[in-house]
C-alpha cells in the first residue's frame, strides 16, 4: 500500500496559482507552462468544468494530472485504454505520484488493494475503464472516498457516429448527476466543431469552459503518394529515411497486417504484427515491444494506437485510405509526439475510394447514416486530392485558418491542375455506351482498356471492340486513366454499384457529358516529395543516427545515455521514455551538469527522478561522486 506521507505535492484547497507551478517543477521538472496549460489548471483547481481540445503531443494530461495533485482527493480519470493503463500508472510513479488503476485485467486482492488505498486517500490518481462506471460496487466505492475531480480522457469516444465511438461513454453523464459538485475536465485531440459539440452535449457539460488549441503539429511532414505496390514503397520510404526507426503502420484488413508485417520482417525490418484477430497475449506482447523498446515498427489495424504514448515515433504510414479526416489526423498525431521532425506517410489509390464506397453502401444503419459515412470519406478524398498545400486543409476541417506551411508533398513538390473535361467525357461516355447499347456495367480496368483500344480476352468476348469509344484514349497511360477515374469518383461524378465494383453514372455525370460543367484534376508531380532533411535518417544502415541538432561532441554522450536509459528501463519493467524522454537526453549531453543542482535545472528532471537517477547520470557523465 502507498505511502500516505509521501504524496508528490501536498494538497491545497485554495487556487494559488504558484502552487500548480511549484508541482509542475517539483514532479514534472519543467520551468513553465505551454500555451493554455495554466489557465486550464487553474479553472479546474478553482472547481470550474473544461473542456480542452488540444492536439497529441501539446500536454493535455498536465491538465488534469496537476490539479489532481494540488486538489485535496483523488483524481479519477476515465479512460478506454485498459491494455495501456499499467504503463500510464508506471509513468506517473516513476514521477513520485501516488497512481493506482482498477480495470478487468486485476485478480481480487489486487482490486481490493487499490480499493484500500483510494478509500485511505493514499492515491494521487486513480484510473477507471468507463465499463466499470456502470457497476453498482464502483459507484458506491467512489460515494466513500473523497474525489478531487473526473477527467474524462479520449472524449471523443462519446461521438456516436465517431471513429473510436464507445457506447459506455454515454453513460458518463452521470457523473455531474451523481457528484454535482466534482469538477469535471474532458479532453480529446481529435474534434471538429460538430463533434465538440456532441461532446459538450453527450457529457453535460454546458457549463464548461472550452479551450481549443490549435491543431497544427509542424514537426509532421504529411505526404500522399499515388499506390504503386504499396509494401514497396513503404520499404523505400523506411530504407531511406527512417531506418531503425519506431513507427506505425496501418492497413484497413488484418489479412494486409500479417502480409505487411511479414515483408517487412523479410526485409530486414523489426515489426510486429497488430489486430483484434489476435489473442490477448499476443497483442500484449508486441504492444509491449513497440512500447519499451527502440526501433520496432508495429503494423496495424485501427485497433491499434489510441492513447499510446511513446513520444519517439518517427512515422505514421498508411498503406490503404482511412475512412475519416478525424481518423487521419488522429492516427498520423501519434507520430512526433517529441517535437521532433517526423513523417506522415498515406499510399492512395484508385481501389481504395472504390472499396470505401462499396463499404459505406453496405453499412449497417439508415441512409442518413450513410449520408454521414460518405460526407467523412468526401472530405477524406478532398484532402488526398488537394493542389494547395495539405496542412491548410487539414486544419480547415477543424475550423482553424492557416497558411502554406512549406513542409508537405503539396508545398516541397506542387502538384498541378489540368483540364481534364475532355478526358472526363470519354470516360463518362464509355460507362454510358456500356450501359444503354449492351447493357453491361464493369469496373474500371475493362473501361480503360476499351478506351486504350486494347483487344484483351474479355474486350473480344464482350464485342467491346465494336462500340464507338474503342480507343479513343491513347493520350492518356493506364496509370494516368486510373487517376481520372479515382477523382472522377472523388467529385461525384462516378459511383460505385454491387459487390463487384462496378462503375455507374450519377445525377451530375450529365452536366460534364452535356458540357456544362468543366473538370479539373490534379496530375501528380514526377518525383513526390521527401523530406529535405531528416534527424533521422542513417543512410540505409540500419542503426539510428543520433539527431543533428546535438554538437557533435554531445553525440558520444547521448547515445550512452540511451544506452544506460534501455539497461535500467529493461531492470525496472517500464518502457524507456518512463525513464527520461531524448529531449531531456539531448539536454544532458549537451549542457553536462557537473552537480545534482546542475543536473535538477535540466528540463524533465523531477526531484523523484533525480533521486531515483541522478548519481547514475552524473557518474556516467564522469563527475566524481560527492
Known sequence: MADPTETACPTNPGTDPSEALSCLRRVFGYDAFRGEQETIIER?????????????????????????????????VISPLIALMQDQVDALRALGVRAGFLNSTQDLDERRMVEAEFLAGELDLLYLAPERLRVESTLRLLDRGKIALFAIDEAHCVAQWGH???????????????????????????????????IAAR???????????????????YRIVPKNDPK????????????GDAGVVYCLSR?????TAGFLVANGIDAVPYHAGLDAATRAANQSRFLREDGVVVV????????????????????????????YYQETGRAGRDGQPSTAWLAYGLQDVVQ?????????????????LGAHLDAMLALCETVECRRVRLLAYFGQASGPCGNCDTCLTPAETWDGTIAA???????????????????AGQIIDILLGKKTAKVIQHDHDGLTVFGIGTELSVAEWRGVVRQLLAQGLLAVEGDYGTLVLTDTSAEVLGRQREVLLRREPEKPARAAKSSSRSGGSGKRAAPVDLPAEAVPVFEALRAWRAATAKELGVPAYVIFHDATLREIATVSPSSLDELAGVSGVGESKLAKHGEAILGLLGVPAA
Open 44 to 76: 479546474v483547481v478553482a472547481g470550474g468544468d473544461a473542456l480542452v481540445l488540444m492536439p497529441t503531443g501539446g500536454g493535455k494530461s498536465l491538465c488534469y494530472q496537476i490539479p489532481a495533485l494540488v486538489r485535496p482527493g483523488v483524481g479519477v
Open 300 to 327: 496495424a489495424t485501427i485497433a491499434f494506437g489510441m492513447g499510446i504514448d511513446k513520444p519517439d515515433v518517427r512515422f505514421v504510414a498508411h498503406l490503404d485510405l482511412p475512412k475519416s479526416v478525424e481518423g
Open 203 to 221: 457529457l453535460n457539460l454546458t457549463d464548461a469552459r472550452h479551450f481549443v488549441a490549435s491543431f497544427d503539429r509542424p514537426n509532421i511532414q
Open 356 to 372: 470505401q464506397r462499396k463499404m459505406i453502401d453496405g453499412s449497417e444503419g439508415d441512409d442518413a447514416h450513410r449520408r454521414k
Open 232 to 243: 514497396k514503397q513503404l520499404l523505400e520510404l523506411l530504407h531511406t529515411e527512417h531506418s
Open 164 to 198: 473510436d465511438f464507445r457506447p459506455d461513454y454515454l453513460a458518463l453523464s452521470q457523473l455531474h448527476e451523481r457528484w454535482p459538485d466534482v469538477p469535471r475536465i474532458a479532453l480529446t485531440a481529435t474534434a471538429t466543431e460538430a463533434t465538440h459539440g456532441e
Open 425 to 443: 467525357q470519354k470516360f463518362l461516355s464509355a460507362v454510358l455506351r456500356l450501359a444503354r447499347e449492351r447493357r453491361q456495367k464493369f469496373g
Open 255 to 259: 489479412r494486409g497486417v500479417e502480409d
